[in-house]
């Protein structure tokens, strides 16, 4: 497509429910990136994939948090038994390589009620 | 952990003036990367500096990367509302991550 895109664009769920971001990148973009932002402050990195597979997990919180890529496109962000603290924008970068400057999408804003 | 500043934290200017944002971040950076966001809106990449002392210019942007690619600032020339968001510095972390700044809130009035 001709940017990255995201779904759903807003979600409210229940604590203690189980949720599923997607995002779509740029066609032919390697890279993936998940971020999340609070209001009032910068992206805070949490995945990146390089092709299908996790090169750098280390920013997801905790072990509620996981992603997939499976055919090294399309990436799901899921979050199990969600938490107030967890309500924030999620974002999905792409890049053609790594070290490219990313495209984000208009992010998925996730509220935790 | 790398921790990359900005300041400052927010400036209100009138159109026409010029606002400088500056990044420094606590470790020497391969690159540097600026986005801007716009109110409501998701981080657009603006550009990339790689070299020491690198100077890039668009249109009325000015970017500077330090000598010790320790540190950054973005320049913007007459503003216009057009400039309204923030502005973030981004810089690669340990192997992969890339580390975004505090941001700088740009407000803009006539």
């Known amino acids: 497509g001709a940017g990255v895109s995201q779904t759903p664009s807003n979600k409210v769920t229940e604590k203690g429910k189980y949720v599923e971001l997607r995002c779509d990148p740029i066609?032919?973009?390697?890279?993936l990136y998940w971020y999340r932002q609070s209001l009032g402050q910068g992206p805070e990195f949490l995945i990146y994939?390089?092709?299908?597979?996790?090169?750098?997990d280390s920013g997801l919180p905790n072990d509620r948090f996981f992603a997939v890529r499976p055919e090294g496109s399309v990436s799901t962000l899921k979050i199990q038994r969600t938490e107030r603290g967890d309500s924030a924008v999620y974002l999905c970068?792409?890049?053609?390589?790594?070290?490219?400057?990313?495209?984000f999408g208009s992010g998925t804003r996730l509220t935790v009620v | 952990g790398q921790q990359v500043m900005q300041i400052p934290q927010y400036q209100h200017v009138q159109e026409g003036e010029d606002f400088t944002t500056y990044c420094n971040s606590s470790?020497?950076?391969?690159?540097i990367q600026w986005y801007k966001q716009r109110p409501g809106g998701h981080p657009v990449f603006l550009i990339q500096?790689?070299?020491?002392?690198e100077v890039k210019k668009q249109k009325r942007l000015t970017f500077q990367f330090g000598e010790a690619k320790k540190n950054s600032s973005l320049h913007i020339t007459a503003t216009q509302t057009t400039d309204v968001g923030t502005y973030f510095c981004?810089?690669?972390?340990?192997?992969?991550?890339?580390?975004f700044g505090t941001g700088t809130r740009l407000q803009v009035t006539l």
């Open positions: 970068a792409s890049s053609p390589v790594h070290g490219d400057g990313y495209t």
């Open positions: 066609s032919g973009h390697t890279a």
């Open positions: 994939f390089q092709g299908t597979g996790a090169a750098d």
């Open positions: 470790t020497t950076l391969s690159n």
């Open positions: 500096l790689v070299k020491s002392g």
């Open positions: 981004a810089g690669p972390g340990t192997a992969s991550k890339l580390t």
